[in-house]
């Protein structure tokens, strides 16, 4: 053996991994004290109230409390591009992390909070933790994995859920929302974990096994200010791949200078904040492993034809989605069970291409 040879190999395979591993870059807070925001670059950013995924101008929060901001980091810039809430169901009725009251203040919207411990107890407008990184699987070990929990208040219902949240450096479109609860919770039915906004990105056109459903059909004929909604879709017609993970997805009708565009009548120059500011389409998608899920596992959504406008009794507030109706709250449903795991993923592909791949 030219044992010369083989150490130049090793050390150029060693150097290679370790180039691999180098090329992530992780979006992580500085240290505790730093605004909550994480996530990696060509890939999916979160943030907790009250930081901002966009940059804002001083005193301005970033939204509504009680929700997860959904961003995408592209070419150094972060834009947002949904929120979700959690849902927690006790005794058949529904909580709304970002509508109901807080225990502390009285205010909509419950307060989240991140550590790295699932029993922190007390709200922190700061990161509190910048994550932890770990390799998960030895077969890869340059794939990285950033995870921590997060916390929140407990519901007026009782229930008191916590999340598991991860990234992994070969799917950094996608963030990982595992459910578990706290000691002396109350028994959760199901506890809901919904993307908000879909009319931001008019998200018209959702992928199903055999079929795609339009939200300008399904929603016809309906001119209110409320949420339209129609029956669930169950499993059985969830996109499968052959490893038995189910997936959904959905995008916007319009092409991207269409989605872009914004009309330039008064009321909608008002209403600035929701024109459509990334400079590129995305496609949403919900992703469950093969094992993560049982036969109750439903994909929902609800639609609006007027963006919503914060239970305002005065339908003149109201201004029509430009397009006509589109998928508000978008969803997958399933029988509480602690450590059930969900993925909401955004990609810059088709959905087409998505489901080419799936």
Same mark, same amino acid.
């Given at each position: 053996? %030219?044992? #010369?040879?083989?150490?130049?190999?090793?050390?150029?395979?060693? #150097?290679?991994?370790?180039? !691999?591993?180098?090329? &992530?870059?992780?979006?992580?807070?500085? %240290?505790?004290?730093? =605004?909550?925001?994480?996530?990696?670059?060509?890939?999916?950013?979160? !943030?907790?109230?009250?930081?901002?995924?966009?940059?804002?101008?001083?005193?301005?929060?970033?939204? =509504?409390?009680?929700?997860?901001?959904?961003?995408?980091?592209?070419?150094?810039?972060? %834009?947002?591009?949904?929120?979700?809430? *959690?849902?927690?169901? &006790?005794?058949?009725?529904?909580?709304?992390?970002?509508? #109901?009251? /807080?225990?502390?203040?009285?205010?909509?919207?419950?307060?989240?909070?991140?550590?790295?411990?699932?029993?922190?107890?007390?709200?922190?407008?700061?990161?509190?933790?910048?994550?932890?990184?770990?390799?998960?699987?030895?077969?890869?070990?340059? *794939?990285?994995?950033? !995870?921590?929990?997060?916390?929140?208040?407990?519901?007026?219902?009782?229930?008191?859920?916590?999340?598991?949240? $991860?990234? #992994?450096?070969?799917?950094?479109?996608?963030?990982?929302?595992?459910?578990?609860?706290? =000691?002396?919770?109350?028994?959760?039915?199901?506890?809901?974990? $919904? @993307?908000?906004?879909?009319?931001?990105?008019?998200?018209?056109?959702?992928?199903?096994?055999?079929? &795609?459903?339009?939200?300008?059909?399904?929603? @016809?004929?309906?001119?209110?200010?409320?949420?339209?909604?129609?029956?669930?879709?169950?499993?059985?017609?969830?996109?499968?791949?052959?490893?038995?993970?189910?997936?959904?997805?959905?995008?916007?009708?319009?092409?991207?200078?269409?989605?872009?565009?914004?009309?330039?009548?008064?009321?909608?120059?008002?209403?600035?904040?929701?024109?459509?500011?990334?400079?590129?389409?995305? $496609?949403?998608?919900?992703?469950?492993? /093969?094992?993560?899920?049982?036969?109750?596992?439903?994909?929902?959504?609800?639609?609006?034809?007027?963006?919503?406008?914060?239970?305002?009794?005065?339908?003149?507030?109201? +201004? @029509?989605?430009?397009?006509?109706?589109?998928?508000?709250?978008?969803?997958?449903?399933?029988?509480?069970?602690?450590?059930?795991?969900?993925?909401?993923?955004? +990609?810059?592909?088709?959905?087409?291409?998505? *489901?080419?791949?799936?």
């Amino acid at each position: 053996m %030219n044992l #010369s040879l083989f150490f130049t190999g090793l050390c150029l395979l060693v #150097s290679i991994q370790f180039a !691999s591993a180098q090329s &992530v870059q992780w979006i992580r807070p500085d %240290n505790e004290k730093s =605004p909550p925001m994480w996530g990696i670059k060509g890939g999916i950013v979160f !943030s907790l109230w009250p930081k901002s995924i966009e940059p804002s101008g001083p005193g301005t929060d970033g939204g =509504p409390r009680g929700l997860i901001r959904i961003g995408y980091e592209y070419q150094g810039s972060v %834009n947002l591009i949904n929120y979700i809430a *959690i849902e927690p169901v &006790v005794n058949g009725d529904m909580e709304f992390s970002e509508v #109901s009251p /807080s225990r502390g203040d009285g205010k909509w919207g419950k307060f989240l909070w991140a550590t790295d411990k699932p029993d922190a107890d007390s709200f922190t407008p700061y990161a509190n933790t910048r994550g932890t990184i770990t390799h998960p699987d030895p077969q890869n070990p340059t *794939i990285e994995q950033l !995870s921590f929990f997060i916390c929140m208040e407990k519901f007026n219902d009782g229930a008191h859920p916590y999340l598991k949240v $991860t990234i #992994s450096s070969d799917k950094p479109g996608e963030l990982g929302l595992q459910i578990f609860n706290q =000691p002396g919770s109350a028994i959760m039915e199901r506890c809901a974990l $919904t @993307a908000t906004m879909g009319n931001y990105s008019r998200l018209r056109l959702l992928y199903l096994k055999d079929k &795609v459903i339009d939200s300008r059909k399904l929603f @016809a004929g309906y001119d209110d200010i409320d949420f339209i909604e129609k029956e669930p879709y169950p499993a059985s017609q969830m996109l499968k791949n052959k490893h038995g993970d189910l997936m959904v997805c959905a995008e916007s009708n319009e092409t991207f200078n269409e989605l872009a565009a914004w009309p330039q009548q008064p009321d909608y120059l008002k209403k600035w904040g929701w024109r459509y500011r990334p400079f590129y389409k995305l $496609t949403q998608y919900w992703r469950v492993d /093969s094992a993560g899920y049982d036969s109750s596992l439903q994909v929902r959504v609800n639609g609006r034809v007027k963006y919503w406008g914060a239970e305002n009794p005065d339908k003149s507030a109201y +201004t @029509a989605v430009p397009g006509g109706p589109a998928f508000e709250n978008f969803e997958l449903r399933d029988n509480y069970h602690p450590g059930q795991k969900f993925y909401f993923g955004l +990609t810059r592909k088709s959905a087409g291409e998505l *489901i080419d791949e799936f």
